[in-house]
């Protein structure tokens, strides 16, 4: 079958020969100089690894008395009162973990902490700059070869290549999804009796969803299930620098997944390199080898080669409709933010692990957590367990997480931050506008509750109680959430008379759903049920010359009228604006039962 791959390439041998012969001989000096410097290390090297879940008990135990750290590195150095040698930890989020260590100082624990600025050098361990003239020589033959298409043979796999134990049982929800993959299981477990049969199985499947909602994880619960390994790639690392590289990984990973076989080939990202091929500049060009050449795999590997492709995005606009053709990705999946079951499913599996107090209801929580996806729920748990730890809970209780959920959506409270009056009235005013405009649109959810304490990047923080799941938003409800969005601009304006930047991100998203609402969702009257979006210039001109003017006609007549009548709104109903902000001002944050009675 692969002839080709046999091919002499006699003016290319000598040369090659030669390269061979002088990387040997650098690797060589490099293994032995490695070889002395761990020699030289060994005292160090010894077990000096303290885990961060370790790390966390010594501390809440009262049991460390120094802790070393370096602006700008999640490396520290921890020493224990009762063992001699000092240990290294990695931290995940350095933010929390000196919150948590303030915290104990605070409560009396003599911790010395000792804070290193940024230093370059220190940044650089010892062995790499006594080998920093043997990497430039190795790095430079490596150019070389690759630059002369010799490195095609040499062993440059970044790709994983292992059995993994996830099965379906670890992916929560998603019951169809999974119903629709396990027929490609068990043909990866027995392909014979599939074959004998006469029946197709795809080659390739596209998995499409947002980041975090599990694509990577039900594509490795497949491998799990069938047992086979999983090789995976993520298509941003298939673009490189020297022409043709991306070309040749792919030839590589499909080599590899041939001798694997039975296997599962994950290609993560594939729009950096399955996207449309348009022009011929540049990086483009680079593009359309690697995808041809991935076209070319998928065509040559026939179905008794038991090799699955499996392939997500989060765009799934932007790809080359060759890659949909039938024998390439011709199934397509697409794996949707979960719903309220699929929520509280993820719930239960990520809390397995964890001790969640009896007052907590999962349930409520997966209410509360409309539009979340997989990862984002999961990541909620995990910063519980750390707020528990720092409030010295026995176990997770409901107020952790709902104040991890907040963490999550808006970043973390900093009381600290010193705030002048004039700062303060801006935002109340602002959260107010919000809070209160949205009071009067119909279609618009209730205020669960109104901050002015900041969080993450935000000065304040107005929080709605979740929507239901919806499969469908009405146009009424959109133009409702612009006016929502613009109500804490409208506020500031009416108020203070003056604007400030502490709208910004609302007016992006106000903008970026005008814009899909225009060219999208066809909602506009004058441009009709048109999708513009992702079009090539030629297609746009198809719609007349002036199609851009008109689409950006239509999104500020959108804004503009939402605007207005946020406004509107607030002047009709200035009382409430005035004494929501005030309270605001006073007691600086406002629950959903207060805020209620403010409408009584
Ligand atoms: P994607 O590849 O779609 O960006 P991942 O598969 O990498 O998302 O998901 C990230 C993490 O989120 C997973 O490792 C898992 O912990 C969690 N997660 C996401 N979806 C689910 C799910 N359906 N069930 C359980 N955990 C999930
Ligand atoms: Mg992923
Ligand atoms: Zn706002």
Not at 124 to 130: A, D, E, K, N, Q
Not at 166 to 173: E, L, M, Q, T, Y
Not at 296 to 309: H, K, L
Request: with cysteine; proline share 3%; hydrophobic share 35%.
């Amino acid at each position: 079958m692969s002839s080709k791959k046999d091919k002499p390439r006699d003016k290319k041998e000598n040369q090659k020969i030669w390269l061979i012969i002088i990387l040997s001989i650098v690797l060589i000096a490099l293994i032995i100089g490695l070889g002395i410097f761990y020699v030289n290390n060994k005292e160090k090297e010894d077990e000096n690894t303290l885990s961060y879940t370790d790390l966390i008990k010594e501390l809440s135990d009262g049991n460390i008395e120094k802790i070393e750290m370096t602006v700008g590195s999640t490396t520290l150095k921890v020493k224990q009162k009762d063992v001699e040698e000092e240990k290294t930890t990695i931290v995940p989020n350095t933010e929390s973990f000196m919150e948590l260590v303030q915290q104990k100082v605070a409560e009396g624990n003599e911790i010395d902490l000792n804070q290193k600025p940024k230093s370059f050098l220190s940044q650089i361990p010892s062995f790499v700059i006594s080998f920093l003239p043997t990497a430039i020589m190795l790095a430079l033959f490596i150019m070389i070869f690759k630059m002369q298409g010799l490195g095609e043979k040499g062993k440059v796999y970044d790709d994983t290549e292992r059995k993994t134990k996830i099965k379906f049982d670890d992916v929560a929800g998603l019951d169809e999804e999974k119903e629709e993959l396990v027929e490609i299981v068990e043909f990866l477990k027995k392909p014979e009796k599939f074959t004998k049969m006469g029946a197709k199985i795809p080659k390739g499947v596209l998995l499409y969803g947002k980041p975090g909602t599990g694509k990577t994880l039900i594509a490795k619960a497949i491998a799990g299930e069938a047992d086979v390994p999983f090789i995976s790639m993520s298509g941003s690392e298939f673009i490189e620098m020297f022409a043709g590289l991306g070309a040749s990984r792919v030839r590589k990973l499909f080599e590899k997944a041939r001798k694997l076989s039975p296997c599962i080939v994950f290609i993560d990202e594939i729009d950096a390199i399955g996207s449309r091929r348009t022009s011929n500049s540049g990086a483009e060009t680079e593009n359309n080898q690697t995808l041809n050449q991935l076209l070319v795999e998928m065509d040559g590997f026939s179905s008794e080669e038991t090799i699955i492709v499996l392939a997500a995005t989060n765009r799934p606009e932007m790809l080359d409709k060759a890659l949909l053709r039938p024998g390439r990705f011709d199934r397509q999946i697409t794996i949707p933010t979960p719903d309220l079951n699929g929520r509280l499913e993820i719930l239960k599996i990520h809390s397995k692990d964890k001790r969640i107090s009896e007052d907590v209801n999962l349930e409520s929580i997966a209410e509360d957590t409309a539009g979340f996806t997989g990862a984002e729920l999961a990541n909620i748990l995990n910063e519980a367990a750390i707020i528990a730890t720092k409030r010295k809970h026995d176990d997770i209780e409901k107020d952790d997480i709902e104040e991890a959920v907040k963490k999550v959506t808006v970043g973390l409270e900093k009381r600290a931050r010193v705030i002048s009056e004039k700062d303060k009235k801006l935002t109340a005013y602002h959260e107010a506008g919000h809070a209160v405009v949205s009071k009067y649109l119909p279609t618009q959810t209730d205020v669960k509750e109104v901050s002015i304490i900041p969080r993450g990047v935000a000065g304040g923080y107005t929080m709605y109680k979740s929507d239901e799941d919806k499969y469908y938003i009405s146009k009424t409800e959109m133009k409702e959430k612009l006016v929502a969005l613009l109500g804490g601009r409208a506020a500031e304006k009416l108020v203070l008379d003056d604007i400030s930047t502490g709208a910004s991100n609302d007016i992006e998203v106000a903008t970026k759903i005008a814009r899909d609402m225009v060219t999208k969702y066809g909602m506009s009257d004058n441009l009709g049920p048109i999708d513009f979006q992702g079009k090539e210039p030629y297609e746009m001109q198809l719609f007349g010359e002036n199609i851009g003017d008109k689409i950006g006609q239509e999104v500020k007549e959108l804004i503009d009228n939402a605007y207005k009548e946020a406004q509107n709104l607030l002047k009709e109903h200035r009382d409430k604006l005035d004494k929501i902000a005030e309270t605001l001002l006073q007691k600086e944050k406002i629950n959903e039962e207060d805020f209620k009675k403010f409408f009584e």
